[in-house]
């Protein structure tokens, strides 16, 4: 059963107006189920709509992404099943981010890492009822980094002030979520924003743009989102990825339709080599250097 109140993802979304550079990279996405052969954890906070690995192929192609970095979310908890699955069957233009739990062994993560995984997610947004101590993140950075992995950190402005030190002592580069979920209708003299923008300047912070429909106010076509996002991708122009975030977990506002999502580029990176660097260039230094 689907968590009340939760809607399904889009199911004919538009073909995108613009092209997208060749090699782009979707740079957060997630597979869901099936439920029947992808059990989801029995503690999740709510229980999505199925989307497996073949309707995400399907609508990949359809966009325009050559590649995709498929992201554990929370309903699946710590089996990466689905999302490994989904890596190998999409071989070397996929890549993931798993959940971990501490006392995970290194032949696991050595058979992640031949799966296509490249970085562990942590996330602090209390509503979704993970509760993972700091000290069991220390345990998972100092096994995953002899592999060369990074941190991917999901967190709402009001967690910053609680976890910056610990930020700041990960030896790994650090890849923050859904443009740290800024309150975008504050604009760019928030001190969210600062906050945030005070954390870009360590280099090994980079950050996704991507979510303008989880961060408007307003809704579709989401152009109040753009001058946080146009200022971001000034701050750090290389240490910047996109995704979609199909299938849009936890919506409830509206249906987000990934083919207009996809048009939002041409706003928010209006010269062509900001695009270049979004979709192909920046992911390529995260997740293909090896």
Known sequence: MVSAGYLAFHPNPKKPDISLPKRACDAHCHVFGPKNVFPYAKNSSYIPVDAPKETLFQRHRFLGFDRSIIVQ????????????DALIAGGDDYRGVAVVAPDISADELQKMHEAGVRGVRF???KRLKVNQSIDDRRKII???APLGWHVVVYMEP???PDIETFLHEIPLPVVIDHMGRLPVAKGVSSPEFTRLATLLQNDKFWLKVGCPERLTEQGPPYSDVDEVAIALIGLIPDQVIWGTDWPHPNMKS???DDGFLVDRL???CPQQSQLQ???VDNPDRLYWAD
């Open 123 to 125: 996330n602090f947004v």
């Open 73 to 84: 979310a929370s309903c699946h908890g710590t089996d990466n099943a689905a999302m490994i």
């Open 266 to 268: 041409a706003t928010i």
């Open 254 to 256: 509206h249906i987000p």
């Open 142 to 144: 100092e096994k995953i």
């Open 277 to 279: 660097a979004l979709l």
């Open 158 to 160: 009001e967690d910053l």
